[in-house]
């Protein structure tokens, strides 16, 4: 088994608060315009996706991969943590 510096831990921490607050930021402009990741499905479903416009398909996409990253960094996070 190999042992990680304390120095290591730290940076990796520090890069990993980082990014999640450039996420939640990020995910912070979206539920300003669109309330919540859920309003945002429920909008798309019943209104559809204008055909010359899929910028808010694409906002789904990017806000469900950003949810997705953020538990992934809270989840390791909490494993260093230990």
Avoid at 11 to 17: A, G, Q
């Amino acid at each position: 088994m190999s042992v990680v510096s304390a120095n290591l831990v730290i940076s990796l921490k520090e890069y990993l608060n980082s990014r999640r607050k450039i996420l939640e930021s990020i995910i912070r402009d979206f539920e300003t315009r669109y309330g919540s990741l859920d309003r945002l499905r429920e909008k798309i479903e019943k209104e559809g996706v204008p055909e010359d416009d899929h910028t808010i398909w694409d906002e789904l996409i990017m806000w469900e991969n950003l949810d997705s990253e953020l538990k992934k960094i809270n989840n390791i996070l909490m494993g260093l943590k230990t």
